[in-house]
């Protein structure tokens, strides 16, 4: 009998499984459908030899002294800070929008301490930030939200921003300085030797056993254990009793180039011209030294694999309604991007097992004392 069944192998499960196992002892069964572990964060080698993220590009950051050590115990870690260009009227400028962007784009020269005011003069003020669409034209206003996010947004989410939680949008800054990373979090990097390599170590426990290209479904009853962890989408879970939790999908074109590099920085963005939102050139991200070089387009789906909670509040309310469900099933535990339906990072999804896992052995020791 495993102590414990966990469905998907991606960081919810996987940090789960190595702290229930290497911290506590328990024995733990791994389960995940598809044919690997690592998530969608797993990375492969190509063909050619080159290090791709199949499920697109994953750029590791975090405020988190605590996760970035947790993580730093499978990992050796490359410095990585992502940049990511626009392109808009003809032009590649950085995105976060910024200094630079603004004087390119409008041939101006102004200063730091300028353009405050310039965006001042072009933002709609508004009373109540609600929807995405608010969060950027209440800051630079109606024509840079229209260059860079109205586009990109429709395109990725199939809705307009004024549709989705000002929480989507708020994920990209403004600044008035010339600072172009795309993130500004105290740990920025990349696992030395890639993303799966960093889950092989996580999962290496001897009491942790994976089973992989298995439906939880088709071993239940089969396989005894005593307690679940879910990290699957929830609606599934349920049978889909409440209807289905909109999951935005994107369907992935590698492609592989001759030359060295295919594009100046990790990432361009094209929020208005084509079907795709993005290309990520994963050498930039990888550090590695090859004669080819490989690309990745994202162009957005409604169907195919649960990528994006999509964040507005008719889908909270209906994830809420599973969420109650849940809470009437407490031998299962329900965590990560997809069971939580959060529009989480790897690094909140590793802080969001962490604590799942004090809670649990708190839970452990509170039964094991009864018993
Ligand atoms: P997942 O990685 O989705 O793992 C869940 C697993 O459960 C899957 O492997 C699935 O196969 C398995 N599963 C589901 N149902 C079953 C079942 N019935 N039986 C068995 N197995 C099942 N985060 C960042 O921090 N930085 C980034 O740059 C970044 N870029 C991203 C780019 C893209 C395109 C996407 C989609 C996400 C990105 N993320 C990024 C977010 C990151 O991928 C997630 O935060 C993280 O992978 C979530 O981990 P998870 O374990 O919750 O979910
Ligand atoms: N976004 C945009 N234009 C951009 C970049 C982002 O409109 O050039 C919006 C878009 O709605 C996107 C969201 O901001 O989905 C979050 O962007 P992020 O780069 O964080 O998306 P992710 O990497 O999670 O796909």
């Known amino acids: 009998m495993y102590d414990y069944l966990i469905v998907g192998a991606g960081y919810a499960g996987s940090v789960l499984a190595e702290r229930l196992s290497a911290g506590a002892g328990m024995s733990v069964l791994i389960v995940d459908k598809r044919p690997h572990i690592a998530g969608n964060a797993y990375d492969s080698h190509n063909d050619a030899g080159l290090l791709i993220h199949d499920y697109g590009p994953h750029i590791f950051h975090t405020n988190s002294k605590e996760v970035f050590d947790y993580l730093s115990a499978f990992t050796s870690w490359r410095s990585y800070e992502h940049r ?41 003020p508004k009373e109540h930030i609600r929807t995405s669409e608010d969060v950027v034209v209440s800051k630079v206003g109606r024509e840079l939200y229209e260059k860079f996010f109205r ?85 599934a879970f349920f049978d889909y009793r409440f209807g289905k939790l909109p999951y935005r999908s994107l369907e992935f074109k590698h492609e592989t180039h001759d030359g060295h590099n295919f594009q100046q920085v990790g990432t361009i ?83 969001q097992s962490l604590a799942a896992y004090k809670k649990l052995i708190k839970e452990e020791r509170l039964e094991s004392a009864i018993a």
């Open 84 to 124: 990511v260009l626009a392109r808009v009227d003809g032009q590649l400028v950085p995105i976060p929008i910024n200094l630079d962007t603004v004087n390119r784009l409008y041939n101006m020269n102004l200063k730091p301490s300028e353009v405050e005011g310039f965006f001042a003069s072009m933002a709609e």
């Open 269 to 351: 963005n094209f929020p208005n011209e084509q079907a795709y939102t993005r290309i990520t050139e994963f050498k930039h991200l990888t550090g590695q030294k090859h004669e080819k070089t490989s690309i990745v387009y994202e162009f957005p789906r409604s169907e195919g694999d649960p990528y994006y909670p999509v964040p507005r509040k008719e889908n909270t309310d209906l994830y809420h309604q599973y969420q109650k469900l849940a809470a009437s099933v407490p031998e299962v535990l329900f965590t990560g991007r997809l069971a939580t339906y959060k529009y989480y990072n790897m690094d909140q999804v590793v802080a």
């Open 151 to 235: 586009g990109y947004t429709r395109k990725q989410w199939d809705l307009d921003p004024s549709e989705l939680d000002a929480s989507v949008t708020a994920r990209v800054p403004v600044r008035s300085n010339r600072d172009d990373r795309y993130f500004t979090d105290t740990y920025q990097a990349m696992p030395l030797h890639g993303y799966t390599r960093m889950f092989q170590r996580m999962l290496s426990h001897p009491k942790i056993h994976i089973m992989l290209k298995t439906d939880y479904r088709d071993i239940l009853g089969a396989i005894p254990f005593r307690k679940m962890i879910y990290t699957g989408p929830i609606d």
